[in-house]
């Protein structure tokens, strides 16, 4: 199914398009690791063409989650199974390739990224940043913001305030915005770099788009809530540039459109099937990969290849022999538990 949900259904149906654009996202991140940041950390044996850019599709997978969690937050009845369902979703993959990336770091080696057991165990809470313990693999930075994300929209299930997230997302955006502001003009850096942490403006892009592909939004809220976005990244600015907002703004409001239908290439749509444990395993091992065979006299591009086939696979197996049966493990728990619950219709 490829079509925007119809403004009056009650549970629209899955995005293809969405899928297309995490595994672009994916793909787009993992280029500019394998290029661009391991020429930073350790150098390529020659020089080779760095996808610098590719950085940003973190800022696209925020807009992606944005749209995903306020569609899956409409699709379930009480807002506890939304917490269950993403604990479900993401940490079972998320244990497993901590426990990867560490055994290979450990094994194998790669300079000031190996770390103690201790360490790797504190990060299996996927809580370690906000307990100032550093991460097994340094892409597990942006799993604490989206849980603070899942955290928010949580509470506003919870308390049924969802159908004024816009009005909620254009406040928190500018409060998010003064805080910055204030922080910098009174010197205190470490302020300024914690109130930016939430990229708030970046998930509101996907939650309007969502809301815009069901109708529910006026255009004069929408317009307000993309100008105080905008206005974030030109007054305080992020870790992406403007024009990184911009081309994320152009995609999401073509998501909420429906004019990204042409994104159903089965290979793309593969991966972004894929893209969550491949995000989660491809940087330090591959990093240990491409060093041991440019060491060996390999072209940086023929290592490069290797390591992205080597992320694939992992991937692969980590999505259909972990998340798929812990998916399936939950739903099955979940119908159990409501067999039990459910009040038998002589009762009734």
Excluded: C
């Excluded at 969502?210 to 007054?235: C, D, I, M, N, T």
């Amino acid at each position: 199914m490829t079509s925007i949900p119809a403004v009056s259904g009650s549970n629209p149906p899955r995005l293809v398009e969405l899928d297309a654009l995490r595994g672009f996202a994916a793909l787009a991140v993992a280029l500019y690791h394998f290029t661009a940041e391991y020429s930073d950390l350790y150098g390529h044996s020659v020089p080779l063409w760095e996808m610098r850019f590719g950085k940003y599709g973190v800022q696209l997978f925020f807009a992606i989650s944005g749209f995903v969690i306020l569609m899956s937050l409409e699709r379930i009845e009480r807002a506890r199974d939304f917490v269950w369902s993403r604990a479900a979703r993401l940490y079972p993959s998320y244990w497993t390739a901590v426990a990867l990336t560490f055994t290979v770091v450990t094994l194998f080696g790669l300079p000031e990224r190996e770390f103690s057991l201790q360490t790797a165990l504190v990060n299996l809470t996927m809580f370690h940043e906000l307990l100032r313990v550093p991460h097994v693999d340094t892409v597990y930075w942006t799993l604490t913001i989206e849980l603070s994300f899942y955290l928010l929209m949580f509470l506003l299930a919870s308390t049924r305030t969802l159908p004024k997230v816009i009005s909620i997302f254009i406040v928190l955006v500018v409060l998010q915005t003064a805080a910055e502001l204030a922080a910098q003009a009174l010197g205190m850096t470490f302020l300024a770099r914690l109130a930016s942490r939430p990229h708030l403006q970046y998930f509101a892009l996907g939650v309007l788009a969502y809301k815009q592909s069901r109708g529910e939004v006026s255009v004069p809220s929408a317009l307000v809530l993309v100008a105080v976005s905008f206005a974030h990244e030109v007054l305080v600015g992020s870790e992406a540039p403007a024009p990184v907002f911009l081309v994320v703004l152009g995609i999401s409001q073509a998501l909420s459109r429906g004019w990204l239908r042409w994104l159903s290439w089965r290979p793309l749509l593969f991966m972004g099937f894929i893209s969550y444990p491949f995000y989660l395993v491809h940087q330090n091992i591959g990093y240990v990969l491409i060093r041991r065979l440019e060491a060996a006299g390999w072209r940086p591009e023929a290592a490069i290849a290797v390591a992205l086939a080597l992320g694939f696979l992992l991937a692969i197996v980590i999505t259909y022999r972990v998340e798929q049966p812990a998916l399936r493990g939950y739903r099955q728990w979940r119908r159990k538990a409501q067999a039990r619950t459910a009040v038998p219709p002589h009762i009734a």
